[in-house]
């Protein structure tokens, strides 16, 4: 058996199509779309919580500014180790995440992910306004936003109150900070951003 068949992403998130070589992986990954997140952030007014205690502490890290991961090549500084490996493929030039159908290789598994549509045709995301679609949420936020066809509309859309933003941090913080009551700000910012680009999936 190759190394590649010994390492197939053969199991995927029926919420946002992320794959993992193990079933542990995604059991851990469906708990983003449950919202549970055990590991609270202890910054005074920080409302964040994970799902491990190193994301926790690595997240810790953005308050307090620490950068302990240092690529040995050049003056690049990274908050967690995570940060590190990707950097230190720019030197490298690994891309470990190989496509099955051709010759594409990406750094990153999302792009790999995104990448597999060009060959399956496979559009999930859409345009909540007219019938434009689209393989990658990004290209749905630069219709929306950046071609004039729907002027004034807002992306995010508070289920509680008037406010509406296009930018997803704007949108994350006002829930944290106006309505204290949600009891999962995070799961509903989440929520919010798939109703706007899977509205074909019956999720919601």
């Known amino acids: 058996m190759t190394r590649d068949k010994l390492h197939e992403w053969k199991?995927?998130?029926?919420?946002?199509?992320?794959?993992?070589?193990?079933?542990?992986?995604?059991?851990?990954?469906?708990?983003?779309?449950?919202?549970?997140?055990?590991?609270?952030?202890?910054?005074?007014?920080?409302?964040?919580?994970?799902?491990?205690?190193?994301a926790m502490k690595d997240h810790y890290r953005t308050h307090t500014g620490e950068k302990s991961f240092l690529c040995d090549l050049c003056g690049f500084a990274g908050g967690t180790r995570h940060a590190l490996t990707k950097h230190r493929r720019q030197h490298t030039g690994e891309k470990p995440f190989k496509c099955d159908e051709c010759n594409f290789a990406s750094t990153t598994q999302s792009h790999l992910t995104r990448h597999k549509r060009v060959h399956t045709?496979?559009?999930?995301?859409?345009?909540?306004w007219c019938d434009y679609r689209s393989n990658c949420a990004e290209n749905i936020r630069k219709h929306i936003l950046h071609t004039g066809k729907h002027e004034g509309v807002k992306m995010y859309n508070c289920p509680k109150c008037d406010y509406g933003t296009n930018v997803p941090v704007e949108f994350r913080n006002h829930l944290k900070e106006q309505h204290p009551d949600i009891e999962n700000p995070d799961l509903a910012y989440l929520h919010a951003g798939?109703?706007?680009t899977l509205l074909n999936s019956g999720s919601f």
């Open 11 to 54: 199991f995927t998130c029926h919420l946002c199509d992320r794959s993992f070589t193990e079933k542990w992986a995604l059991n851990n990954h469906m708990k983003l779309h449950t919202g549970e997140k055990p590991f609270k952030c202890t910054w005074p007014t920080c409302h964040y919580s994970f799902l491990t205690a190193s």
């Open 121 to 128: 045709g496979e559009k999930p995301y859409r345009c909540p």
């Open 194 to 196: 798939k109703r706007l």
